[in-house]
């Protein structure tokens, strides 16, 4: 699994790329540049699962959004999750496994958590808000990532520090096993990597994108489970219809924000 070079089938292009990896690994950062570097739509897993409040979708709920965006053709899916990566990768044709050390992990984690503070501190300072008005002065809407629906209501963007780092130091003895044991049930194509210079190598290696489809393909076209643009899947269990939108990546990071993998 620790492959020196990109393991998706060559000949086609890369079409679905799931990214996993620890808590502060980098992964959002990785994947607005891949965005940029393979021109596929980006969807944060964060998006779809935390509401305003950070309250969590029910279990259905949870799945049925998780089966809208496998059932799109074109995507780069950013998170975790681990009760739903099996679909995803099972839809892949890349998985990129960030593994860095839990350490260097929690560091960052805690680097990020204080960019956050910082910034919400300043907009206090200058006496400006978010919209919606004072109550809504936590949300950081500088050049960090915040789930959408936190960003939009003003939650404060970190829940809880203390169980982040216990996630990123406890990854390799939980979550990654789960992952290792779904990767190896799909047999996903799959690329860890371990260091920044490898992350940056990746990048390399895709390479610039190729011909983009019309937008409307990002959301129809090519694939026999999508319906119509942001309708009901068809698979609903007792032929319940639901309408689950999925939206990708608008956030101010994946337009501003300069990318920590470098080759050196």
Known sequence: MASPSCDAPRGRPLRRIV???????????FCHQLAGTTALPLYHLDDLYWSPGWSRPGEEEWDHRVRA???????????NYADSAEP???????????????????????????RLRRS??????????????????????GTEY???????SGDPPVLSL???????????????????????????????????????ALLAELGP??????????????HPDAGEPGGPLPHEPGGRS????????????????TSPWRST
């Open 88 to 114: 995803r990768a099972r839809a892949a044709d890349l998985v990129v496994l960030l593994d860095r050390h839990p350490l260097l992990c929690a560091v960052a984690l805690v680097r990020r958590s204080l």
């Open 120 to 141: 919400a501190h300043d907009t206090e300072v200058r006496g400006t808000t978010p919209r919606g008005g004072p109550g809504r002065r936590h949300a950081a809407r």
């Open 209 to 222: 994108p190729g011909p983009c489809p019309p937008s409307g393909e990002d959301r129809t076209a090519g």
């Open 162 to 200: 203390t169980a982040l780092l216990r996630k990123a130091l406890l990854f390799r003895r939980r979550d990654l096993v789960v992952i290792h044991d779904v990767l190896r049930r799909t047999g996903a194509p799959v690329h860890r990597c371990r260091t920044r210079r490898q992350a940056a």
């Open 69 to 79: 965006l496998c059932a799109l053709p074109r995507w780069i899916a950013d998170g």
């Open 242 to 257: 639901t309408r689950t939108t999925v939206t990708p990546c608008t956030c101010p990071a994946s337009a501003t924000a």
């Open 146 to 152: 915040v789930p959408r629906r936190l960003r939009d």
């Open 19 to 29: 990214v996993l990896g620890s808590p502060g690994s980098g992964k959002t950062a």
